[in-house]
C-alpha cells in the first residue's frame, strides 16, 4: 500500500479476490484478512496487532470500515503535529485574532466525511466498492448503532453426544448467519418442539486451540448452548475420553490434551473461565472480563484452588518459651539436596548450622550425603579453636544423615553432647 488511499487499497484485494473466485478457486475470509493486514504500512502496527489479538473473528465488512475510519484518524493526527511542529515560537505577523486567508472554514470539511454503504449498512465505503456488491444473495444484518462495540460474553456449553448439530441461543455466536429456511425443528428433553432462526457457524476459543463449531443453529428459545459431540470430533481431528471425573478432549494425531473440563451434576461443561485463568497465570475474574476474556461466569461465583492458596496466609509459628544466653548452646542443623543441577564443583548437597542465640549461620557445601557426619566434625573443631567453647546441644529434623550409627556414636562418646529433635521438616521454627 504505497501512494493510494485505503479505498483503492481495498479495491485492488477486492480485484484479486474476485479473479481467483472466477477461476475456480475459493479463498477463506481469514486469509483475506491476513493478506489485507500483510500489507499495511507501518504506522498501521497497533491496529494490526488490535485485530490480531481479537478472540473473536472480525467480518471482512468490519474490517473495511474500521480501516476506513483508522485512515481518517491517522490522516487527522499527521495534519495535527505536522501543524504543531511548523508554528513559530515568535510573534506572526498576522494579529491573533485575524485567521489565515488559505485557511478552510470549518463547514466546508464536512463533506470528506465517509459515506454508509447502501447495500451492507456498514459506515466507511460506499456501495460501488462494497465486498457484496456482486452477490445477489447476500441479506444485510440489522444496523448497528456503533462500530466499535463490546461483544457479550459467551454462555457456557455443554457437550451433548445425542445432538446432530452444535445449538446455542445467543445470535452473536454465529457467524456467516444465514436465515433458516428449513421445517426441522430441535426437540429437547421434555418433548417440546423448538423452532430454529438461522444456521452459521462458530469458534469456540480455547487457549490451546480455536475449536470450529460447523453446523452451528441458532435457536432462540433454548436454555443452554450444546456442542454436538460427533460434530465436533469430525470437524476438529479430535477425540473425547469421559469418565465420572471430568472428560478429556484430545489431538487426533498428537494425542495431546487440548481441553481438560470436569463433570458437573452428570453434565460436562466446557468451562472457559479455568482454561483461560490458568494459561494467564490466575488473574482475577474481573480482570479477564476487562480484557475481553470468554468468561462465562460472575467474579463472585469464580472459583480457583490455586488462586484461593495463593491468597492464603501462614500462620505464625508459637514463639519458643526456652531462651538460650551463650552462643553453641544449642545449634540448630539441617542437610538440604540433592540439587536438581551440580555446581561447577560437583556440589550436590549443603549443610546449613545455625547458633540459636546470635541466629548465625554456616554453611558447608557436600558432593556426597555421606559427608554430612565429616563436616559435623569439621565444625566442632572450628567451634572450639574459633569461640574457645564447644557445643551443648544439636537440634535437628529427624534426618536420616543424623539418625545413623556413626553419627549417634560420636555424640555419646566423644563429647558427650546431646540431640534435641525437632518435628520433621519445620526448619521454620529456627527463625522466630
Known amino acids: 500500500m504505497k501512494d493510494c488511499s485505503m479505498v483503492q487499497y481495498l479495491s485492488e484485494i477486492k480485484q484479486r479476490v474476485d479473479a481467483i473466485s472466477a477461476a475456480g478457486s475459493t479463498i477463506e475470509p481469514e486469509d483475506i484478512i491476513l493478506y489485507t493486514l500483510n500489507g499495511l504500512p507501518y504506522s498501521y502496527n497497533a491496529f494490526k496487532t488490535s485485530i490480531r489479538t481479537k478472540l473473536h473473528p472480525i467480518s471482512l465488512d468490519d474490517l473495511y470500515a474500521l480501516l476506513c475510519s483508522e485512515e481518517t484518524n491517522l490522516a487527522a493526527l499527521t495534519a495535527f503535529r505536522?501543524?504543531?511542529?511548523?508554528?513559530?515560537?515568535?510573534?506572526?505577523?498576522?494579529?491573533?485574532?485575524?485567521?489565515?486567508?488559505?485557511?478552510?472554514?470549518?463547514?466546508?470539511?464536512?463533506?470528506?466525511?465517509?459515506?454508509?454503504?447502501?447495500?451492507?449498512?456498514?459506515?466507511?465505503?460506499?456501495?460501488?466498492?462494497?465486498?457484496?456488491?456482486?452477490?445477489?444473495?447476500?441479506?444485510?444484518?440489522?444496523?448497528?448503532?456503533?462500530?466499535?462495540?463490546?461483544?457479550?460474553?459467551?454462555?457456557?456449553?455443554?457437550?451433548?453426544?445425542?445432538?446432530?448439530?452444535?445449538?446455542?441461543?445467543?445470535?452473536?455466536?454465529?457467524?456467516?448467519?444465514?436465515?433458516?429456511?428449513?421445517?426441522?425443528?430441535?426437540?429437547?428433553?421434555?418433548?417440546?418442539?423448538?423452532?430454529?432462526?438461522?444456521?452459521?457457524?462458530?469458534?469456540?476459543?480455547?487457549?490451546?486451540?480455536?475449536?470450529?463449531?460447523?453446523?452451528?443453529?441458532?435457536?432462540?428459545?433454548?436454555?443452554?448452548?450444546?456442542?454436538?459431540v460427533n460434530r465436533l470430533i469430525h470437524d476438529n481431528k479430535c477425540y473425547i475420553i469421559f469418565d465420572n471425573d471430568g472428560f478429556l478432549i484430545k489431538d487426533s494425531q498428537t494425542h495431546q490434551i487440548l481441553h481438560r473440563g470436569t463433570s458437573r451434576q452428570g453434565l460436562y461443561p466446557i468451562d472457559l473461565t479455568s482454561a483461560w485463568n490458568q494459561r494467564l497465570g490466575h488473574p482475577a475474574a474481573s480482570l479477564l472480563h476487562a480484557i475481553d476474556i470468554p468468561v462465562t461466569v460472575s467474579t463472585h461465583k469464580f472459583n480457583c484452588d490455586s488462586c484461593s492458596r495463593a491468597k492464603m496466609h501462614r500462620l505464625p509459628f508459637a514463639s519458643n518459651i526456652s531462651r538460650t544466653t551463650a552462643c553453641f548452646q544449642i545449634l540448630h542443623t539441617d542437610l538440604w539436596g540433592p540439587s536438581p543441577v551440580d555446581s561447577c564443583q560437583d556440589f550436590r548437597y549443603y549443610m546449613l548450622f545455625v547458633d540459636d542465640f546470635t541466629r548465625y549461620s554456616w554453611i558447608f557445601l557436600l558432593k556426597r550425603k555421606s559427608e554430612a557426619l565429616q563436616t559435623f566434625l569439621y565444625f566442632k573443631k572450628l567451634v572450639e579453636n574459633q569461640f574457645q567453647t564447644t557445643i551443648k546441644a544439636l537440634q535437628s529434623d529427624r534426618g536420616g544423615e543424623y539418625l545413623n550409627k556413626s553419627f549417634q556414636q560420636c555424640l555419646k562418646t566423644f563429647w558427650h553432647c546431646s540431640q534435641v529433635y525437632m518435628s520433621v521438616y519445620s526448619p521454620k521454627k529456627w527463625y522466630r
Open 82 to 228: 505536522g501543524r504543531g511542529r511548523g508554528r513559530s515560537r515568535g510573534r506572526s505577523s498576522n494579529q491573533r485574532g485575524m485567521r489565515s486567508q488559505n485557511s478552510t472554514p470549518r463547514g466546508t470539511r464536512r463533506n470528506s466525511t465517509p459515506v454508509d454503504c447502501q447495500i451492507c449498512g456498514k459506515f466507511g465505503h460506499s456501495a460501488a466498492h462494497c465486498w457484496h456488491r456482486t452477490n445477489l444473495e447476500y441479506q444485510p444484518g440489522p444496523t448497528q448503532a456503533f462500530l466499535a462495540h463490546e461483544d457479550p460474553p459467551p454462555a457456557e456449553w455443554f457437550l451433548d453426544s445425542g445432538a446432530s448439530s452444535h445449538l446455542t441461543s445467543d445470535i452473536s455466536q454465529v457467524q456467516s448467519v444465514q436465515p433458516y429456511t428449513g421445517n426441522a425443528q430441535v426437540q429437547v428433553g421434555n418433548g417440546n418442539q423448538l423452532p430454529i432462526a438461522h444456521s452459521g457457524q462458530g469458534i469456540l476459543p480455547t487457549p490451546a486451540r480455536k475449536f470450529q463449531l460447523k453446523h452451528l443453529l441458532h435457536v432462540p428459545h433454548l436454555s443452554h448452548n450444546l456442542i454436538s
